[in-house]
């Protein structure tokens, strides 16, 4: 069956922009993460998403990372007036929920020049 | 702070020798542990998980993973390497047991010579 799925796989913009990734799941999956992979920073969890429940967002890294969830499907992650520092490839990963194993997306690269 | 290390950042073997690729991880409990494979512009697949029960847990492609509790390791092998395997590892664990936040280790690079 089809996996996880990211748009747009690369964007480059300019530093103060906002962007917009978008992430959808695995169909019938009710979890779904946000992680950023970076050369400094390796992989990180960013926000977790797990039906109806408010959303984990421990490990945004400031206040201009948001990501919504619409409809139990389709997730945004948002990142405000962006920083050369954003730049990484942001994976988004689904899983069922009650089941522990998470799919990973392509990722989407994103460059801030 | 909880953290996973996989000390070997990049490692070389010749096709058909076997391999090791390390993990260790601080925390008290048994938490979750993953090992994931990530190829150049691929997303992460799950080459194996191991929760519970046995420690010596079988993935895909022919690689195992053994659970040493007194040595808070979760070590990945195979036993014999095919050119195919040169990809980055990862290995995760999640400490909060309930499956929604994994922290990875900085990944080894593995190189297959012909």
Redesign the interface.
Known sequence: GA??SQSPSNKVTEKGKDVELRCDPISGHT?L?W?RQSLGQ????LI?F?GNSAP?K??LPSDRFSAERTGGSVSTLTIQRTQQEDSAVY?C?S?RGT?????????TRLTVT | AQSVTQPDIHITVSEGASLELRCNYSYGATP?LFW?VQSP??????LL?Y?SGDTLVQGIKGFEAEFKRSQSSFNLRKPSVHWSDAAEY?C?V?FTGG?????????TQLKVEL
């Open positions: 996996g996880v979890a993460y992680y390796g992989l990180e969890f977790y797990q984990d421990s490990g994976l990963a899983s089941e522990y194993e998470q799919y990973f997306g392509p990722g | 979750y994931y512009g691929q997303g992460l697949q799950l998980k929760f990862f995760a999640d499956g929604n936040k994994l922290t990875f280790g900085t990944g």
